[in-house]
């Protein structure tokens, strides 16, 4: 399978744990997003890379989340001191074009207890 | 009490007949946009998209129209299948230099057998 991968596809922690959610984008797109979704809403985005360079982060993007993409290749989102309210579905998607269509993963649920 | 965001748009149509999903898009800068289908504890798939130089574009089974003058987009699916159950979203491209996708909503359409 070559579309975007993302492990753990779920995780379940308590309220204070850090979690890091990685992302594989399908080979050669140098575009890399991360989305959130929680129920019943469309993804909301979070954060885009350009090969290793972070270029937008979203105003939901507290201090307590922090993404990387040190060789231009997977990337990883971290959040820190986990909290109920960062309970949602994180997405991953990749682009080999600046503009267009993105091709997402199957996303990581996050469960905050 | 209940999140607002649980009221997620519904539509049901009956196996066979066809379905138009209406989206409001905020931007009037927007020059691309795209409806993806997402089913149940997976992620976003591409379904067909637009230009804002078209008002017309025509898959398999499926029809993106696109009103600039009142901002409005919509699907239409023909011959609706069971596996066409699904929640749908439009996402428009912000203009130039922002480079991302802003989701809507979404429609959660049930095909009655």
């Known amino acids: 399978d070559t579309g975007v991968s993302q492990d753990p596809r779920h995780k379940i922690t308590k309220r204070g744990q850090n979690v890091t959610f990685r992302c594989d984008p399908i080979?050669?797109?140098?575009?890399l997003y991360w989305y959130r979704q929680t129920l019943g809403q469309g993804p909301e985005f979070l954060t885009y890379f350009q090969n290793e360079a972070q270029l937008e982060k979203s105003r939901l993007l507290s201090d307590r989340f922090s993404a990387e993409r040190p060789k231009g290749s997977f990337s990883t989102l971290e959040i820190q001191r986990t909290e109920q309210g960062d309970s949602a579905m994180y997405l991953c998607?990749?682009?080999?074009?600046?503009?267009?269509?993105?091709?997402f993963g199957e996303g990581s649920r996050l469960t905050v207890l | 009490g209940e999140s607002v965001g649980l009221h997620l748009p519904t539509l049901s149509v009956q196996e066979g007949d066809n379905s138009i999903i209406n989206c409001a898009y905020s931007?009037?800068?927007?020059?691309?946009f795209i409806w993806y289908k997402q089913e149940s504890g997976k992620g976003p798939q591409f379904i067909i998209d637009i230009r804002s130089n078209m008002d017309k574009r025509q898959g398999q089974r499926v029809t993106v129209l696109l009103n600039k003058t009142v901002k409005h987009l919509s699907l239409q699916i023909a011959a609706t299948q069971p596996g066409d159950s699904a929640v749908y979203f439009c996402?428009?491209?912000?203009?130039?230099?922002?480079?991302?996708?802003?989701f809507g909503q979404g429609t959660r359409l049930t095909i009655n057998p």
């Open positions: 080979s050669e797109h140098n575009r």
């Open positions: 931007n009037s800068a927007s020059d691309y």
């Open positions: 998607a990749s682009s080999p074009r600046q503009t267009g269509e993105l091709f």
């Open positions: 996402a428009e491209e912000t203009p130039a230099g922002a480079q991302k996708l802003v």
